[in-house]
């Protein structure tokens, strides 16, 4: 029989604790090694303490919607283990889930404490060895291992598994191994705007709306929200995730088109003049005409100085045009951003050219193998992020299982 190799997993988040729970404790001697004094820190916050754990999307390809960066490489990962899956493997190990409304799928229990018990439990019941307090300052290749160096003294591993999460200090270690990073920015975020409609209005949420760049020609649709600083909801956190790279570019300093009813500009002129023949006697303030709440339509008359006792009947052409282009045609300029519930997310880190999708190793260094945030892979909100890291820790743990 063949010696037991050693792994090492740098890194005790979901990618690195999903890639020890599958792996074979028959054939390998484990080691995590995690800087903090507590592992899976981000499972723990993430889905505000409930751990939006995957996504209700089973279809490969859909799923890879996604993610802004790398969806052509997850296609063939997702083929392999998928949301199903997901759900599956934590079930199987008493931790039912539950799909929600909008397809975010959580413990029934709503505590991420469920889901990092399963992961910790699997570990231990492998007798896999856990290391807080160790931070990695540096990996050498020697002949045939590799030298793993930390303020706690050094590691020998025949397998090294990098799982460091976004960290630049972790990003800067694998760099000097040869790996190629593209340069971290945020993604996920939300837009910080100064202007009268908005004012004083946080809380206010449209079902559906649809928000323009012009100056980038892309646009993305969905519920919106107005905060304290400007503009937040799924349609924001969209176009910010999308556009990371140009919205960076740019300083965070662009204008945006939003409509906030998510209809054409005629179809809405069409149906303000409808209404204005059916109800002439009506007071512009106290029509409901377009699915808005009663203070942002107030608050369309009042910054246009429209009289909100004026009736229907009376209003004049600039009136009428001047409601409907704030209405669907609303220019703001976006003058920094905001994170999102604390719910930081970085595009950037080692390029995907260099990482093999069949079973995510190095195609620079030998039985090296790289997943989850490290890698310059992310998604919008909504599970997904997750999702990647145990798919892609699912990979390797199949296929050194195989070895
Ligand atoms: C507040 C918040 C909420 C979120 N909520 C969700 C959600 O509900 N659903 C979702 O899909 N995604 C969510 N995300 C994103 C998700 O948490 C990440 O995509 C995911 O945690 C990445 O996992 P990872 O294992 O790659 O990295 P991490 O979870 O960051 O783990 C990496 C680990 O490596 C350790 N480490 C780094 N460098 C070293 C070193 N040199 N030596 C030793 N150890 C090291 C770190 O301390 C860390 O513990 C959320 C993120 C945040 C910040």
């Known amino acids: 029989m063949s010696k037991k190799k050693r792994i090492i997993i740098i890194g005790g988040g979901a990618a690195g604790f999903f ?36 996504h209700a999307c089973f279809d490969p390809r859909e799923l890879t919607q996604f993610y802004p960066r790398g969806n052509r490489e997850l296609l063939s990962v997702f083929t392999k283990f998928q949301p199903g899956d997901t759900m599956d493997w934590f079930e199987s190990r008493n931790v039912p889930l539950k799909i929600e409304k909008d397809n975010r799928i959580f413990p029934e229990s709503d505590s991420s404490q469920s889901i990092m018990n399963a992961l910790i439990n699997e570990v231990r019941n492998k007798n896999f060895e856990v290391k807080n307090q160790v931070s990695v300052t540096e990996i050498i290749k020697e002949n045939e291992t590799y030298l793993i160096k930390t303020k706690q003294g050094d590691f020998i591993a025949d397998i090294v598994i990098y799982t460091t999460g976004s960290s630049p200090k972790s990003l800067k270690i694998i760099e000097n191994l040869g790996h190629k990073i593209v340069e971290q920015v945020p993604s996920l975020f939300t837009f910080n705007i100064k202007n009268n409609l908005l004012k004083d209005l946080p809380g206010t949420s449209f079902e559906n709306a649809e928000i323009r760049i012009p100056s980038l020609k892309t646009e993305e649709s969905g519920p919106l929200l107005i905060t304290h600083w400007g503009l937040s909801g799924p349609a924001v956190l969209k176009i910010s995730a999308w556009e990371a790279r140009t919205l960076a570019k740019l300083k965070y300093q662009f204008e945006i088109e939003v409509n906030f009813i998510s209809k054409p500009i005629s179809d809405a002129e069409e149906e303000l003049k409808e209404f204005k023949n059916q109800n002439p006697k009506r007071s512009i303030g106290q029509s409901k005409i377009f699915d808005v709440t009663n203070r942002f339509w107030s608050k369309i008359l009042e910054i246009n100085q429209i009289n909100p006792e004026k009736q229907i009947a009376n209003l004049s052409g600039k009136e009428m045009a001047l409601i409907l282009e704030n209405l669907c045609q609303k220019k703001l300029l976006v003058t920094g951003k905001s994170t999102f519930k604390d719910e930081f997310v970085t595009a950037g880190g080692v390029d995907l ?26 998604a919008v909100t909504g599970g997904f992020n997750f999702q990647a890291c145990w798919s892609e820790a699912w990979l390797i743990s199949q296929h050194l299982n195989a070895l």
């Open 353 to 378: 050219k260099e990482v093999n999708f069949k079973n995510m190793s190095s195609k620079i260094l030998p039985d090296f193998y790289i997943s989850g945030e490290v890698l310059d892979i992310d």
């Open 19 to 54: 890639t020890a729970a599958n792996l074979d404790e028959e054939k390998f001697y484990v080691t995590i090694l995690e800087q903090n004094s507590d592992v899976l820190q981000k499972v723990k916050i993430s889905g505000g303490g409930r751990c939006n754990v995957t």
